[in-house]
């Protein structure tokens, strides 16, 4: 009828599905030097040191991973709640609640050697990240109650917690006053790769990538969790429990994230403090989507905003404001979001043809 | 005496409340065309900054009012052309809207941490209505953002239940095919209201920047838009009960801005800065169920992109 419309494509176009990403990221570097640009930045100047800072360097190359690892592991906790149509946004203070739960058996049982510690800070980091998103997913599942809203408040009540934490009762005496606990013990400390950063939390993300793919793919919970995803109705028709799905992968989402906090403060800071989190939990979303829910496509995508993290840090010397990277990271998923249809649909010009 | 303090707590609360007011009622028409907008937290958080530098560069507030709309408005323009138009995942959009505009405020506004407005917006005693006591020193010794609610949210309510676009609008957010069907233009109407929203929105970010604390910081929404988007489901999509809402919100932030004021110990602000956020939760929590069990609750099609062919 139209001159110019969209057709929707019987198969969803697996040339597109790679296009779209690049062509937004590529476009989102675009929209974001204008921004440059316009507030006298040389954009090329910037993102060449960026890209630099980034991996123009073995300290480079290192901190990209190091930054890349909470990444990984909290976003394939959003995408298998995201792949259920849980809208998970807690992610940040799940990360939270986890590196609070590790901190908290680091300080409170000093003398504990590392095969008991690490497998206590990991579970009770866990349990707790997975803890926090249930307090949101049990209204969600008895009456609905939107999941976006209840997760998105609690990242506000967690953070709090920790900053309450870090600034009064667990405040390292010997830290001139600054917000962080006591720093932890040899044994509560991840092992790291000698000469470099990059710590055991890599092994974490990379396991919890493939326990994930074979969960998704080879159980009979997670035919369970795509089913439900594609379709409640059917879902239901065919008995399986919603409601306990919803409480369990929200349990398994926000324990991934947990994870995350936990290997953080294990593996990086080694103790806990103010900030811990420089929004990953939101990054995670955006990877997520742009990853389109695979666990494998997360850890790659997971490299590329790490190095956008970690190059916008370098940059913040040049005068360039921190916020520019989440103003790209925004702008990346603005794009893929607006490029998804053609993923779905074709263009086409010209009379449509009417087949009656 | 003590009548006084209880007119101060509430003027506070009106106050406090009328940032999440503005975004909620934009909320409220915006997912009455069947749109969920998440992203209005970004949006109020560019309306705060564009609004400001605004009023910082020309000593005018009311045109830092008029720039943050029109910023805003623009931002959600971006968001109906993605979710009307593209059909994108609404949920993510708008959190992909928030996200940027999150990292956009503050980009735009570094320069203007720490810099102080020539002019704010100050308080104007309504003559005649603010000597009445009690409601005089409550509701009519506001600034002119205040007043302007109290033509707003009856307006919104009049226009959603009285009139003839009105109407439209509901039946395009309950049923779009039907509305199409009717002679609605669905993809205009949804665009419009949208874009309403939006500029609702970035007004309610200009009054955090240009009224309730004149400065621009980083995040200073501090949450208040996923508040108003939770305040909408509380007022059951009607402007009247989100007026209820907001003050109920504004009450308890400036309650425990009072309270951290007065107590000299720093350590359990961090608890009464909780206050909102749970309560929002418990709030949202009891609301649900209740729309649940009147069988009331979202428009129809909310959400839900429309598609003429799928019809």
């Not at chain 1, 103010?274 to 939990?281: A, F, Q, V």
Request: hydrophobic share 55%; glycine share 10%.
């Amino acid at each position: 009828m139209t001159w110019i419309g969209w057709e929707k494509r019987l198969q969803p176009s697996p040339w597109m599905a790679v296009v779209v990403p690049v062509l937004s990221v590529v476009l989102a570097l675009g929209l974001g030097a204008i921004f440059l640009a316009a507030t006298g930045f040389d954009p090329w100047k910037v993102y060449l040191s960026m890209l630099k800072g980034a991996t123009g360097s073995k300290y480079g190359i290192s901190e990209t991973v190091v930054k890349a690892i909470p990444l990984m592991i909290a976003s394939l906790g959003v995408s298998v709640a995201f792949r259920m149509l849980l809208w998970n946004i807690g992610a940040e203070g799940q990360f939270y609640m986890g590196a609070f739960g590790a901190t908290w058996v680091a300080l409170t049982f000093p003398h504990w050697p590392a095969y008991v510690m690490l497998p206590a800070m990991f579970i009770v980091g866990c349990v707790l990240g997975g803890l926090w998103a249930v307090v949101a997913a049990i209204p969600r599942a008895r009456w609905g109650v939107n999941e976006v809203i209840t997760t998105l408040m609690l990242n506000y009540v967690a953070i709090l917690w920790v900053d309450y934490l870090v600034y009064g009762p667990w405040k390292d005496p010997q830290g001139y006053n600054f917000p962080l606990t006591a720093p932890f013990t040899e044994a509560a400390t991840l092992a790291t790769i000698p000469g470099t950063r990059v710590h055991l939390g890599l092994l974490f993300a990379l396991t919890a990538a493939v326990l994930l793919t074979l969960i998704l793919w080879r159980t009979r919970w997670g035919y369970e969790i795509r089913v439900i995803g594609e379709s409640v109705k059917a879902a239901r028709y065919a008995g399986m429990n919603i409601e306990r799905n919803i409480i369990l992968v929200m349990f398994l989402s926000g324990a991934l994230a947990g994870l995350a906090g936990m290997s953080e403060v294990s593996g990086v800071t080694h103790r806990l403090q103010h900030g811990i989190s420089p929004g990953y939990g939101y990054t995670a979303i955006i990877i997520a989507w742009l990853a389109k829910l695979h666990p494998a496509t997360v850890i790659l995508v997971s490299f590329l905003f790490a190095g956008l993290i970690v190059g916008g840090y370098s940059v913040q010397t040049m005068g360039v404001p921190a916020a520019t990277v989440s103003m790209l990271q925004g702008a990346i998923l603005f794009f893929v979001l607006g490029g998804e249809i053609l993923t779905r649909y074709r263009l086409h010009f010209g009379r449509k043809e009417v087949a009656r | 005496m003590e009548n006084s303090v209880w007119v101060a707590a509430l003027a506070a609360a009106i106050i406090a409340g009328t940032p999440i007011l503005y975004a909620a009622v934009g909320e409220i028409i915006a997912e009455r065309a069947g749109v969920l907008n998440l992203g209005v937290e970004g949006m109020m958080l560019v309306g705060a900054v564009t609004g400001f530098m605004a009023a910082a560069n020309t000593a005018n507030p009311w045109l830092g009012f008029v720039v943050a709309m029109l910023a805003s408005g623009a931002m959600a323009a971006v968001f109906a052309f993605l979710t009307v138009t593209l059909r994108s995942n609404q949920v993510v959009t708008g959190l992909a809207l928030t996200l940027f505009g999150t990292g956009l405020s503050g980009f735009m506004g570094k320069p203007y941490v720490g810099v102080a407005l020539p002019v704010t917006f100050k308080p104007v005693a309504v003559p005649g209505l603010s000597e009445i006591p009690v409601l005089g020193p409550i509701f009519f010794r506001n600034d002119p953002l205040v007043y302007i609610t109290y033509i707003l949210v009856p307006l919104a309510w009049y226009y959603l239940y009285h009139t003839r676009p009105g109407l439209n609008l509901r039946a395009v957010g309950e049923n779009p095919g039907a509305a199409d069907a009717l002679g609605v233009n669905v993809f205009a109407v949804r665009y419009l209201h949208v874009i309403i929203g939006g500029m609702l929105a970035g007004a309610g970010g200009a009054y955090l920047s240009l009224a309730y604390a004149p400065s621009w910081l980083e995040n200073m929404t501090a949450g208040r838009g996923w508040i108003a988007v939770a305040l909408v489901i509380f007022a059951v999509w009607n402007p009247l009960r989100a007026l209820l809402g907001a003050y109920l919100f504004g009450g308890v932030d400036s309650l425990v801005y009072t309270l951290q004021a007065a107590t000299s110990i720093s350590i359990p602000s961090f608890f009464l800065k909780m206050l909102p956020y749970i309560l929002t939760i418990i709030v949202l929590v009891l609301a649900t169920r209740q729309t649940v069990v009147k069988h009331i609750g979202a428009p129809g099609a909310l959400s839900i992109p429309y598609d003429r062919e799928e019809r």
